[in-house]
């Protein structure tokens, strides 16, 4: 039992004032006292059954046929049945209880209440309830019932019932009652209630279905809150960064709560959030919900009464959640993140995508459209569930061969020459140079750009990362100008690969000739700068 506080004028004030900083004010907690009380049956004189028969269900149930109450026998039958000896005779039983409740405080707020029974016999020809219905203040009569009572008419209303799969023999039963049944509980006296079968209320022959029970053993249980009593609590929604309400139901038969506070962690840190002055039962707090998907939000309202009393309710608890975003890929993409992700109101959420080698992406498919977008996507603003899905296709590329009259590049691994060729994204291609004879190769074009010296050994090997022209061009080797172009137009030039230093053999002739230019002139400086030998005169000789 938790022990209320009733607080001075001066610490009222207090608590006013302490509500108005950002950090919590710490709040002895108050509950409502709550009680569970067992009432029994006023005994056998008082609680009793009316029994109808006729020849016909319908006068039977209409009360048209003979009438009989079956006060003081102690036992409590209730149902309709048949009985065709010596003619056929139609019955329907509605049993009345009474029980006294003048206990209860005048200040509780009833919270639950269930009617036990223990079930002597059941007969079930098909499935049936039993129900309890409200005839107060008049019926049924005071102190026990009259046969006037019977009259379906005298009742209403639905405050509760049990199922009979449910009700067992020599086993106490308990039919709960609705919250329309818990305000027919007197607090002031005898609470008098009317049972019937299900088949009875709906006016329906089904067979014989009855209930017995003996009335000493029936009881009331009633669990009440005395003082102010939070019986409901709810939120509106739970999406991150959205704006929510969270709401208390407050009780009292003492008078309504003068004021609420409520007091959260959405920010991080316990805080009070509101403050409000109320003679209403609902208390709501409205406030924009933290925006991290997945995070434990608690709060707890606390509210005061006239007398200064604080109740507390207990520290309430919720999880954030996120807008969905679908985002996947075919076996020959990816994209991050995948999966499913959640992303808080009007957040945002961005994706990276591409093909794996040898595949292109063909489609983004976004929100069930096809777009034309690029990596990475950024969703923004997200209101509404998303999707993104990335599909490839195979990736080719082109390679084209072209040869002027006196030379020929072909493929080396099929051996055809020129023409235009399907290269699957990844592979590598190779082809081969020649010249015819009386001609030499001079020229080894890539994409318009020479690149003779990528040519070695008269071959040339590379992975095409897009569309591509390879061009061999020739020259006489008598001098008599070049092999002659062919007549096919080149596409547009375009950045070429990256080329290695290679030596081609147009660098190494020239250099050869320059080599042996130079040796010669050295040689014939050197013999220019030789000393020449003198020549005897005829006048020498004797």
Known sequence: MTIKKTLTPLLIANLLILSCFTTLTVIPEVKAEVVTQKFDSMGNYHNAYIESFANTFADA????GILSASTGNGEMTIGQSYNNDPTDQYYVNRGFIYIDTSTIPDNAVILDAKLQFIPTSKTAEFPFSLYIQNG????PQDNAPAVSDFF?????GNGGSINAADIISNVACNLTFSSEGL???????VTKLCMRSSDDLYNTWAGTNVVSFYTSYVALFVTYAQGLYYSNMGVSGTLANSTITVSSFWQSDMGLPTSYTFSTDNSGMWTTESYLFSGENWANVTFILNPNVGQVVNYQFSAMDSSGTVTLTPIMSLTTTGIPIFASSDEHSFISPSGT?????????????????????QTTIINNESVSVGSPYTFSGVMAPSDITISTSDQYFFVTLWSDWNSRLYRTDTGVAGGSHRVAAGNVFSVRAEANPGYVLYDFKINGQSSFRNLTANQFSFIPTQDTTLELFSTSTSG?????????????????????????NTVFIFGSIVIILILFVMFAYAEVRKPKKKRRSDSSWG
Request: charged share 10%; hydrophobic share 30%; glycine share 20%.
């Open 480 to 504: 008599g100008g070049g092999g002659g172009g062919g007549s096919d137009v080149l596409p547009p030039t375009v950045v070429p690969p990256a080329d290695g230093p290679v030596v081609t």
């Open 61 to 64: 149930h209409a009360g048209t």
């Open 152 to 156: 379906e008419i005298n009742y209403s």
């Open 136 to 139: 107060q203040p008049t019926h």
């Open 341 to 361: 992700i959640f992303v808080p109101w009007m957040g945002s959420e961005t994706f990276y995508f591409g093909a794996d080698s040898g595949y292109s992406i």
């Open 183 to 189: 305000e027919w509980i007197n607090k002031a006296g």
